[in-house]
């Protein structure tokens, strides 16, 4: 409990403010004390000397000994009149004294036998001390002043401090809690933010982070589910249509229909592997850029080639607009774009339909353009078909991963460029790759 206390940023932050406000009064009080100290004597020594002066003029006026100690006797000075120094109990030396006889008037700061200043002067008939009114002491009233004034600031200072410590520690003691919800998986929490200085920096830079936890978090889920679910589906048909072929009784085209169902299958789950391998690489910036220059308009057209089995099955009608462009980049990753696009467009696009694929670039960027005369994409569905495992059509008639789109946007994306799409139902879709020269 006590190293808790010891360790705590209220105490640590108490400590050193308040350290700092007593060094800070203490030095202040010392220089005052000092410096004002010396201003308050020079003033006692002024009116000492003064009413010195002031009792022998009265004095040479034939004023009595008692009518002039009686006029000074009430101020903040006060006069006596001895008729000898010894009588005065004052110890003198003999330069003093022998002043003091010529008429000079001596100041003492502090006597021996009393701790204030005086001055002596010389009567016709006597001497006349005047020294501070000990019920008055001017010194003694600047000393209590000055400790009083001490005493009232460090006790204000160090209700102030506590006081601002508190509302310091209050908010890095929440974002400290709220790590610690955090740390046990609680990304909805959410500091509130109040002002503008750098605690509220602070608080809604910790908001920012739970956002993005909570998103990722989601992210994570979602496509947990989503591989669960899409890796679920090829091995129950595997599965199903293994047992199936145990069955001694089935036809030669039965068991040769089920085996074609489990190559595809198969197919399908090795491709689903690999994309989902490819997107993970991508994501966490495992696939790095070989950006190099290369004919891109030769590139698209191997695709074409590679493609030609699949669009030549359907009598799809290509329609080829090239231009010769030469761009940096990966390479591979970009043909891997063209692949993805142009498949999903053949696998839309029904028999005897057209695809139209153009390239050009103008003064700021490269554009690829793909369209086909399939059924077209929803509203609803284009805001989601680049999301991992989207499929607009959720039927599964159409083949896919569902995954395309989304490594097709990661990889333009790489390349700092855009990509997007255009469909309208029943006429078909168009996607666009945007790239900056």
Same mark, same amino acid.
């Given at each position: ?16 403010f308040?350290?700092?406000? &007593? ?6 009080? #010392? ?8 201003n308050?004597?020079?003033?006692i ?17 034939? +004023? ?6 009686? +006029?000074?006797?009430? /101020? ?8 000898? *120094? ?5 110890? *003198?030396?003999?330069?003093e004294?022998?002043?003091?006889e010529n ?7 502090a ?5 204030f200043?005086?001055? +002596?002067?010389?009567?016709?008939? /006597? ?7 000990l ?6 009233g &600047?000393m209590?002043l ?6 009232v ?8 401090i506590?006081?601002?410590v ?6 890095? %003691?929440?974002?400290s ?14 500091? %509130?933010?109040?002002?503008?200085d750098?605690?509220a920096? *602070?608080a809604?830079? &910790?908001?920012?982070m ?10 994570h ?7 669960s ?6 091995i129950a048909?595997?599965? #199903? ?8 009784a089935?036809?030669e085209?039965q068991?040769q ?16 592997s ?10 966490? /910036?495992v ?17 074409? *080639?590679?493609?030609q ?8 009608? +290509?329609?080829?607009?090239?231009d ?9 990753l ?7 696009l142009?498949?999903? =467009? ?5 028999e005897?339909g ?10 700021k960027?490269?554009?690829?353009t ?5 059924d ?6 284009q ?5 991992r495992f989207?499929? =607009?059509?959720?039927s599964?008639?159409?083949?896919g ?12 994306g ?9 469909s ?6 168009? &996607?666009?790759v945007?790239?900056?020269?």
């Amino acid at each position: 409990m006590k190293n808790k206390i010891f360790h705590s940023i209220y105490t640590k932050f108490l400590v050193t403010f308040l350290g700092v406000l &007593f060094f800070s009064s203490t030095l202040t009080f #010392g220089v005052i004390y000092w410096s004002q100290l010396g201003n308050v004597l020079d003033q006692i020594r002024v009116e000492l000397v003064n009413q010195v002066q002031a009792v022998q003029t009265l004095n040479q006026e034939k +004023l009595s000994n008692d009518e002039i100690t009686g +006029l000074f006797t009430q /101020g903040i000075v006060v006069s006596r009149i001895y008729a000898s *120094l010894d009588e005065a109990a004052v110890v *003198l030396s003999e330069d003093e004294r022998a002043k003091i006889e010529n008429g000079e008037i001596v100041y003492l700061n502090a006597h021996q036998s009393h701790n204030f200043p005086m001055a +002596l002067g010389k009567l016709t008939d /006597g001497y006349v001390v005047s020294m501070p009114n000990l019920e008055r002491d001017q010194i003694a009233g &600047f000393m209590n002043l000055q400790r009083n004034t001490l005493l009232v600031t460090l006790l204000i200072g160090s209700v102030l401090i506590v006081i601002a410590v508190a509302m310091i520690a209050k908010p890095i %003691k929440a974002v400290s809690e709220a790590t610690k919800k955090v740390a046990d998986g609680d990304f909805d929490l959410r500091l %509130k933010v109040r002002g503008k200085d750098e605690l509220a920096v *602070l608080a809604r830079n &910790f908001n920012i982070m739970t956002e993005a936890l909570s998103r990722n978090d989601y992210i994570h889920r979602d496509f947990v589910s989503n591989v669960s679910h899409e890796f679920k589906t090829p091995i129950a048909s595997i599965k #199903g249509f293994g047992k199936l072929l145990k069955d001694p009784a089935i036809s030669e085209t039965q068991r040769q229909e089920y085996i074609d169902i489990i190559v595809d299958e198969s197919d399908r789950l090795w491709k689903l592997s690999s994309n989902v391998l490819k997107l993970s690489e991508l994501e966490n /910036g495992v696939l790095g850029l070989k950006k190099e220059a290369f004919s891109l308009d030769e590139s698209i057209r191997r695709v074409v *080639l590679l493609l030609q089995e699949k669009w030549e099955t359907k009598n799809i009608d +290509l329609d080829i607009q090239l231009d010769e462009i030469t761009y940096k980049g990966d390479q591979e990753l970009m043909a891997q774009v063209i692949i993805n696009l142009l498949t999903n =467009a053949i696998n839309h696009t029904p028999e005897q339909g057209e695809i139209g694929l153009d390239l050009h670039a103008t003064s700021k960027e490269i554009v690829i353009t793909i369209c086909d005369t399939g059924d077209g994409i929803a509203m609803d569905d284009q805001e989601k078909i680049f999301d991992r495992f989207y499929k =607009a059509d959720q039927s599964r008639s159409t083949p896919g991963t569902g995954l395309g789109l989304t490594i097709s946007q990661r990889i333009v994306g790489l390349h700092s460029g855009t990509i997007a799409v255009e469909s309208d139902l029943g006429k078909g879709s168009t &996607f666009f790759v945007k790239l900056p020269q």
